[in-house]
């Protein structure tokens, strides 16, 4: 039997990567079913747009499909979704609240993404950076003025939310470990850390209704917007995901990861710092999450307990998956999960499906939207015209 | 009896309890690998697996009885198994489609389906499986309950040499060998990669949904949204470490079925306080046997040789 060694840079552990990360020369080149003209680079575009949606419409549909076997009437769940997201102002600020911890739990998979790697461990690092800012948080107490209080809580979650991704990448780097693998085992011991934690030395005695730490200082809370019921968190999630767009896109440590990411022996020839790259976007997508979780015991819990493990680590995987490992997508994509999600408690009340729905839907947009990458360059009308 | 016996015979216990469905994962993950896919959707069969047994062992008990009833739904579990597998295998073979990308959205639409199909089965309390009571000469009652070992976990380490004889000397054996390390080569011997991956895929999907059958019908025997808690993703990194040998796979789920024993076995002689930090030794386990294992320079040895190859466009 004939048999083709893998390349050398590959290796059993390195089960998977979200983009080629190494690609035969073949890949490289124009291709017979690709537009070869590159006036035609705006149907390109045009197909990375097109595609995405038509993905999120037809989930839509098999969605719609699913409610009516479960005995819902899938035009009214349609309606009550749109209504609880997106109907009023008061819906939106529901949406807005979950979509800022989402952008930047996407992050922490998208960054690394980029580098060629798969990290899921984003619910993980949300949890060790709002143990992070909650340890750092409860050790100030009154003593700095407001903001700069707040400023170092973050600083400390982005720190403990990066250093527990980085383990990942550094476990990816120096010993072959598979990141995805890792990053998952990662999240089950932080929650474990975190329940440890709060069930003893942090356990504060006085609160009964569920095991927490102690209250944070109100000076470390994190406040609205003015006339609204969302948090400052949603800022933080935009300028984040606007200054993700401007590392990858417009630097030349972007630079250097979109190389990596898709060519990584080419990258290792032209010198790149691969080992290094690595380590520094793990932190980043980790420093990312980790701030989501800092803004969620500031903005929301203002203790930490159990209830910070709310999922939105593994929605967050979906944004990244979905917006295409593009920040600013990230934030489109992010406002629309956020919208389900806040409309999991009417599907509950007025449908009478279970919680769990929303959870389907994410599940059916997500293997839609990876079906859709498979049309790439497929679909005649988006297709070179004049060939 | 002695604390420091007790907490032997716990570990010994939970070993042979817990390690069942260990052992169908990482089988059904196993001949999914040797045929160059990886499936971290079994996290989400084994979910659907325990949903499917537990539901279909409850509505069906008052028709067949309670003897056939669980049986049943290991049949369900295992079928409901194949079919999130038809997915996985169909999908995750397309173009420019990443297996561990499809294998995450598997874990998410698994888990869903699970929960949202579940719910009604949350209180009731469904027939288990009978087990088979060896026990029986001890005066003890926490040898007896030791050892009433269920009839899946013998026939979990039944499959585990039935598969390495499959994988060795068997025509099937040699086709998924062969699309495993070099789908161009099985092509050109007039192997069609796609099925035999399909159907690697399935049959893996399908020991895996028995798998999360041990879980709901004997160990710990009910059904809860935290029933599996990563084990499906533990029994991926375990089939590296068996390095793809069917048999390792046995002697792996063991160990790792032991070691989720040792939090609880900690508990019940009363050492409690770090109950949690006990509880997460199989994670802990897992990784450090990873950075043993994996070395960053070399190819594994055992690996097949296609496992994290792009499709063929």
Request: net charge positive.
């Amino acid at each position: 039997m004939s048999y083709s060694p893998p390349p050398a840079s590959r290796q059993a552990s390195d089960l998977g990567t979200t983009e080629p990360r190494d690609n035969g020369p073949k890949d490289n080149g124009p291709k017979d079913n690709e537009p070869k003209e590159s006036g035609f680079l705006w149907l390109r575009s045009l197909e990375a747009i097109v595609l995405p949606i038509a993905a999120l419409l037809v989930a839509l549909l098999i969605f719609g499909g699913f409610c009516a076997l479960a005995g819902a009437d899938p035009i009214g769940v349609y309606r009550s979704i749109y209504k609880a997201a997106f109907g009023s102002w008061s819906a939106w600020q529901n949406t807005l609240i979950r979509a800022s911890p989402l952008m930047l739990t996407a992050l922490c998979t998208l960054l690394p993404a980029r580098l060629g790697l798969v990290i899921i461990g984003n619910e993980g690092a949300l949890v060790m950076g709002g143990l992070g800012a909650v340890l750092v948080g409860l050790g100030l107490g009154d003593a700095l003025p407001a903001g700069l209080g707040q400023m170092t809580m973050a600083i400390a979650g982005m720190v403990f939310g990066g250093a527990w991704i980085m383990l990942a990448g550094a476990l990816r780097h120096y010993r072959g470990v598979n990141e995805t693998i890792s990053s998952l085992l990662l999240n089950y011991i932080a929650i474990a850390f975190l329940k440890h934690l709060v069930e003893g030395p942090l356990r504060d005695a006085n609160f009964v209704t569920k095991p927490s730490s102690a209250e944070l200082d109100p000076t470390l809370w994190l406040g609205t917007l003015p006339g609204t019921r969302i948090h400052f968190g949603l800022l933080y999630g935009l300028i984040i995901c606007i200054l993700a767009y401007i590392l990858i896109q417009r630097t030349t440590f972007g630079f250097a990861t979109r190389v990596t990411g898709s060519n990584i022996r080419a990258a290792k020839i032209a010198g790149l710092p691969v080992g290094k790259l690595t380590l520094a976007i793990c932190f980043l997508g980790g420093s990312a999450a980790g701030l989501a979780g800092m803004i969620e015991v500031a903005a929301v819990q203002k203790r930490i307990n159990e209830s910070l493990v709310s999922n939105y680590g593994y929605a967050g995987i979906l944004v990244a998956f979905v917006s295409r490992q593009n920040p600013l997508a990230t934030i489109l994509v992010a406002i629309l999960l956020g919208g389900i999600l806040a409309s999991g408690g009417i599907l509950q009340r007025s449908h009478n499906l279970p919680d769990a729905t929303v959870l389907v839907f994410q599940g059916i947009v997500f293997l839609c939207v990876l079906f859709s990458d498979s049309l790439y360059g497929k679909i005649p009308y988006l297709r070179s015209t004049t060939r | 009896m002695s604390p420091f016996l007790t907490l032997l015979i716990g570990i010994l216990a939970g070993t042979l309890r817990g390690s069942a469905p260990f052992l169908f994962v990482s089988l059904g993950e196993c001949i999914t690998e040797k045929s160059g896919k990886i499936n971290l959707g079994l996290e989400g069969t084994l979910l659907m697996g325990a949903m499917s047994a537990y539901g279909v062992s409850y509505l069906s008990a008052p028709t067949v009885g309670e003897f056939w009833a669980p049986w049943l739904g290991v049949a369900a579990a295992g079928i409901s198994g194949m079919l999130l597998g038809v997915i996985h295998g169909w999908l995750s073979q397309q173009r420019r489609v990443n297996d561990v990308a499809t294998g995450i959205a598997m874990i998410i639409l698994g888990s869903g389906l699970a929960f949202f199909l579940g719910k009604p089965f949350i209180q009731p309390q469904a027939p288990q499986l009978l087990t088979f009571d060896l026990g029986g000469w001890s005066d003890s009652s926490q040898v007896q309950s030791t050892l009433r070992i269920s009839p899946l976990f013998l026939i979990g380490v039944a499959i585990a040499p039935f598969l390495h004889w499959l994988f060795r000397s068997t025509r099937w054996g040699l086709y998924i060998r062969a699309v495993g390390d070099s789908p161009q080569a099985a092509l050109a011997m007039g192997i069609s990669p796609f099925k035999v991956r399909m159907l690697s895929i399935m049959a893996g999907s399908f020991l895996a949904g028995i798998g999360g059958a041990c879980l709901s019908l004997y160990y710990p025997g009910v059904w809860t949204e935290r029933i599996s808690s990563g084990q499906g993703l533990m029994a991926v990194a375990l089939v590296i470490f068996a390095r793809w040998n069917p048999i390792q796979c046995l002697w792996a789920s063991l160990l790792f079925g032991g070691t989720q024993a040792i939090g609880p076995a900690f508990q019940s002689i009363g050492i409690d306080s770090y109950y949690y930090l006990f509880n997460v030794a199989p994670y802990v386990l897992t990784l450090l046997i990873m950075i043993i294992t994996c070395s960053p320079k070399k190819t594994l040895a055992g690996s097949p040789g296609a496992l994290g190859m792009e499709n063929e466009d």
